[in-house]
């Protein structure tokens, strides 16, 4: 990793901002000891809490300003109000060269529509995705886009196969990712014309990953394959879902251990196993999805995490920018890219 990498952060953005932002980073800068950070925001809230870090004091730039986008705020009002808001003069950053990546744990609309303003998109794709990691029985997938296009044609569909797979390749380490669309059956004949036209280009392109075919949503689980690509609308309602299951069943879990005595005595018996199933499904460890398809490396951090998760989407923005994953998606662009393709055709 370059010694001279440095992290942007949208140091008001988020519920419980600046707290946790400086907090994370400290903790984030004990996994990455040469990262250096611009924190963006109101200098007189963040000085005295960097103060309490000694050893994040050397790796720290304030940038004041006094501006900060709400969660409230609609995107276009945001990018015609905002323009001295934290959150933009961090994404102004990483369009300047000053920054490798910006982490906000703002709002997520107006961070979608300043970056992609801002930074505009890599040469030969449409439309971001939003990118994230999900655990799953045999490890970690990628699911995307998780919300930043509410539907999407096939050859949208097809350039999220192709960004999903960087990723898996960048993060994971996979090196030939499988990747399946996400389908309401395996079966050919099923699905939205555009599902069904997209799994039509994957299977006639030449491309650097293994097209599984369609998965459905309890392949998810199980980790059918490294990539699950589907639109931004089913995405972000399967993501939901699943954090919600979560948490149903994490409360379903701590009822159930304080029902009876014998209850109780079960759970001093199995609190270990217990504490590395619960460090295994907290989605603080998964926080920080990434805008794919962006010049430039853009994550978004849950709004209410805490300083925990807020550090892992830090360190999504290190790793995105270490492995210079926009570089590795535009040589296979230009190799796998520009392909002449039969029209799909689709009962």
Same mark, same amino acid.
């Given at each position: 990793?370059?010694?001279?990498?440095?992290?942007? %952060?949208? +140091?008001?953005?988020?519920? !419980? $901002?600046?707290?946790? =932002?400086?907090? #994370?980073?400290?903790? &984030?800068?004990?996994?990455?000891?040469?990262?250096?950070?611009?924190?963006?925001?109101?200098?007189?809230?963040?000085?005295p809490l960097v103060e309490q870090?000694?050893?994040?004091?050397?790796?720290?730039?304030?940038?004041?300003?006094?501006?900060?986008?709400?969660?409230?705020?609609?995107?276009?009002?945001?990018?015609?109000?905002?323009?001295?808001?934290?959150?933009?003069?961090?994404?102004?950053?990483?369009?300047?060269?000053?920054?490798?990546?910006?982490?906000?744990?703002?709002?997520?609309?107006?961070?979608?529509?300043?970056?992609?303003?801002?930074?505009?998109?890599?040469?030969?794709?449409?439309?971001?995705?939003?990118?994230?990691?999900?655990?799953?029985?045999?490890?970690?997938?990628?699911?995307?886009? %998780?919300? +930043?296009?509410?539907?999407? !044609? $096939?050859?949208?569909? =097809?350039?999220? #196969?192709?960004?999903? &797979?960087?990723?898996?390749?960048?993060?994971?380490?996979?090196?030939?990712?499988?990747?399946?669309?996400?389908?309401?059956?395996?079966?050919?004949?099923?699905?939205?014309?555009?599902?069904?036209?997209?799994?039509?280009?994957?299977?006639?392109?030449?491309?650097?990953?293994?097209f599984h075919g369609f998965v459905?949503?309890?392949?998810?689980?199980?980790?059918?394959?490294?990539?699950?690509?589907?639109?931004?609308?089913?995405?972000?309602?399967?993501?939901?879902?699943?954090?919600?299951?979560?948490?149903?069943?994490?409360?379903?879990?701590?009822?159930?251990?304080?029902?009876?005595?014998?209850?109780?005595?079960?759970?001093?018996?199995?609190?270990?196993?217990?504490?590395?199933?619960?460090?295994?499904?907290?989605?603080?460890?998964?926080?920080?999805?990434?805008?794919?398809?962006?010049?430039?490396?853009?994550?978004?951090?849950?709004?209410?995490?805490?300083?925990?998760?807020?550090?892992?989407?830090?360190?999504?923005?290190?790793?995105?920018?270490?492995?210079?994953?926009?570089?590795?998606?535009?040589?296979?662009?230009?190799?796998?890219?520009?392909?002449?393709?039969?029209?799909?055709?689709?009962?």
């Amino acid at each position: 990793m370059s010694p001279r990498l440095t992290i942007a %952060l949208d +140091a008001m953005g988020g519920d !419980n $901002a600046p707290d946790i =932002v400086v907090e #994370g980073a400290a903790l &984030a800068r004990v996994r990455f000891p040469d990262v250096r950070f611009i924190l963006f925001g109101d200098e007189k809230r963040i000085a005295p809490l960097v103060e309490q870090h000694e050893k994040l004091k050397d790796s720290v730039t304030i940038h004041h300003t006094d501006d900060a986008v709400s969660s409230e705020e609609r995107p276009t009002v945001a990018l015609r109000q905002g323009r001295n808001s934290s959150m933009q003069l961090a994404i102004n950053a990483v369009n300047s060269g000053e920054a490798a990546g910006i982490v906000s744990a703002g709002n997520t609309g107006a961070l979608m529509a300043m970056a992609k303003v801002s930074l505009k998109m890599l040469p030969g794709i449409d439309r971001p995705a939003i990118a994230a990691p999900c655990p799953t029985k045999v490890g970690e997938s990628v699911m995307l886009d %998780l919300g +930043a296009n509410v539907e999407g !044609n $096939a050859d949208n569909l =097809v350039q999220f #196969g192709m960004l999903g &797979a960087a990723f898996a390749r960048t993060v994971f380490g996979k090196e030939e990712p499988t990747v399946g669309l996400l389908n309401v059956g395996a079966e050919e004949v099923k699905g939205r014309d555009a599902v069904r036209q997209a799994a039509a280009i994957f299977k006639e392109r030449k491309l650097p990953f293994k097209f599984h075919g369609f998965v459905e949503g309890d392949d998810i689980g199980a980790g059918t394959v490294d990539v699950f690509v589907v639109d931004g609308f089913t995405g972000n309602v399967v993501l939901k879902t699943l954090e919600g299951t979560v948490r149903l069943y994490s409360e379903y879990l701590r009822q159930t251990f304080k029902s009876s005595l014998f209850a109780k005595l079960s759970y001093f018996l199995a609190r270990r196993a217990l504490a590395k199933m619960r460090a295994r499904i907290d989605p603080r460890r998964y926080n920080g999805a990434t805008f794919l398809g962006l010049n430039g490396v853009v994550v978004k951090s849950h709004g209410g995490t805490d300083a925990f998760g807020f550090a892992n989407a830090i360190g999504v923005a290190v790793d995105m920018a270490a492995n210079d994953i926009n570089e590795f998606i535009m040589r296979e662009l230009a190799e796998y890219g520009d392909q002449e393709v039969p029209q799909a055709q689709v009962g």
